[in-house]
């Protein structure tokens, strides 16, 4: 393709979106290790989940075949083909248990070629041992201290690399959260968590102010360590597991550690957040109590009834369905296209159209440039907002 005039489009679009005056919603894909590492094309020496865990080169190479292969091959709006100074950075990338993991869950490898490893939650069936747990060193004592040692090895490493004669970026290392509830579900597991609420409530907030303990401590030293300011304007967390509590106990049991996880790291916002989860119920009271606006989502929510709800300046991304992007038909995935533009989501100006949420492995090219030419054909404006 022409990659100049590609990204001659793109930048017109990202620029109009920014303005408030967009010509067509952008359009984005999630990729997750998982579609690499799945994908024997650009997997070619068969890395395990494993190899990926244990050897830094082996990450770093990986990142090296993602980014070359995203530039060359997925159409989205973003920049593509050969970068004009450097290539991104690698990332020491430890999936979603980093933070369970780190604080002393046992990782176990289920499947190693096709699936990342899981946790299995410490205090599931002890509870009490919360309180013989110390929080570890957040940049030497568990997890952390092999995230430590692959951001050393990584950043040496690109130092003396190039690729197709250019150098690469810096490491990123995981310096936010996927959120205080989800490590607690973690730790605890989600039905004991939720019946702790109700049957043990003491314990349940011991257990909450032990995670923001360690993550607040985490977060701040990696920050220091990198030279990152401890508070931005905006500061932007996940929490996936919210997804399972209605509203009221949203705002009782778990509100009040996003408050404070909130204070530690923002300088008021605006905010955001990413629920992939059927999480729409809280979607207002984080907009009002934390100054959210925008919201990274999952295929569950109803994005047209999410934007009646907050108004048009509030910025919603996603949310076409994994499985209908990986299976199609075409003519499927360009319905789901046409009908989400058209579900009133666009008012304001202010969508980003993209899975919801995270592509899953072995989905065609195909059917993502199918999403992509739906996107450009249905997401237009027909005046500037």
């Given at each position: 393709m022409d990659f100049a005039a590609h990204n001659e489009e793109v930048r017109r679009v990202r620029e109009a979106f920014e303005a408030r005056r967009p010509v067509r919603v952008?359009?984005?894909?999630?990729?997750?290790?998982?579609?690499?590492?799945?994908?024997?094309?650009?997997?070619?020496?068969?890395?395990?989940?494993?190899?990926?865990?244990?050897?830094?080169?082996?990450?770093?190479?990986?990142?090296?075949?993602?980014?070359?292969?995203?530039?060359?091959?997925?159409?989205?709006d973003w920049e593509m083909g050969p970068p004009e100074k450097e290539w991104p950075g690698a990332a020491v990338d430890f999936q979603n248990i980093y933070e369970a993991a780190w604080l002393g869950c046992e990782l176990r490898y289920i499947d190693e070629r096709d699936n990342?490893?899981?946790?299995?939650?410490?205090?599931?069936?002890?509870?009490?041992?919360?309180?013989?747990?110390?929080?570890?060193?957040?940049?030497?004592?568990?997890?952390?201290?092999?995230v430590y040692e692959f951001y050393e090895y990584m950043e040496e490493r690109r130092r003396n690399y190039l690729l197709e004669g250019k150098p690469v970026g810096a490491t990123s290392v995981p310096t936010g959260t996927d959120g205080p509830f989800t490590l607690a579900c973690a730790l605890r597991g989600p039905t004991e968590v939720c019946l702790d609420m109700y049957q043990d409530e003491a314990y349940y907030h011991d257990l909450m102010?032990?995670?923001?303990?360690?993550?607040?401590?985490?977060?701040?030293?990696?920050?220091?360590?990198?030279?990152?300011?401890?508070?931005?304007?905006?500061?932007?967390?996940?929490?996936?597991?919210?997804e399972v509590l209605s509203p009221q106990?949203?705002?009782?049991?778990?509100?009040?550690?996003?408050?404070?996880?909130?204070?530690?790291f923002s300088l008021g916002?605006?905010?955001?957040?990413?629920?992939?989860?059927?999480?729409?119920?809280?979607?207002?009271?984080?907009?009002?109590?934390?100054?959210?606006?925008?919201?990274?989502?999952?295929?569950?929510?109803?994005?047209?009834?999410?934007?009646?709800?907050?108004?048009?300046?509030?910025?919603?991304r996603g949310n076409i369905h994994p499985e209908l992007l990986r299976e199609g038909p075409p003519e499927g995935i360009c319905k789901a296209v046409k009908d989400l533009c058209q579900s009133g989501v666009m008012e304001g100006g202010r969508f980003i159209l993209c899975d919801g949420n995270n592509v899953a492995p072995l989905t065609p090219l195909a059917h993502m440039r199918v999403m992509y030419e739906a996107g450009k054909e249905y997401g237009r404006y027909q005046r500037a907002c």
């Open positions: 952008p359009i984005e894909f999630n990729l997750s290790m998982r579609y690499f590492i799945a994908d024997r094309q650009i997997n070619v020496d068969g890395m395990t989940w494993k190899d990926f865990f244990e050897s830094p080169e082996m990450m770093f190479q990986m990142y090296m075949r993602r980014h070359r292969f995203v530039r060359y091959n997925v159409v989205a990342p490893p899981d946790i299995w939650p410490m205090f599931k069936e002890a509870k009490e041992k919360l309180y013989d747990t110390e929080i570890p060193d957040p940049l030497h004592g568990g997890l952390m201290g092999r102010d032990f995670v923001m303990r360690a993550i607040i401590s985490r977060m701040k030293a990696w920050r220091q360590l990198l030279g990152q300011p401890e508070k931005s304007q905006s500061f932007g967390f996940a929490d996936d597991s919210i106990a949203y705002k009782r049991f778990v509100l009040p550690y996003h408050k404070r996880l909130v204070e530690e916002g605006p905010n955001s957040i990413h629920l992939c989860g059927r999480a729409s119920q809280h979607f207002k009271i984080l907009r009002d109590e934390l100054n959210i606006q925008a919201f990274d989502t999952g295929f569950p929510s109803d994005l047209g009834k999410c934007r009646q709800e907050l108004g048009p300046d509030v910025l919603l």
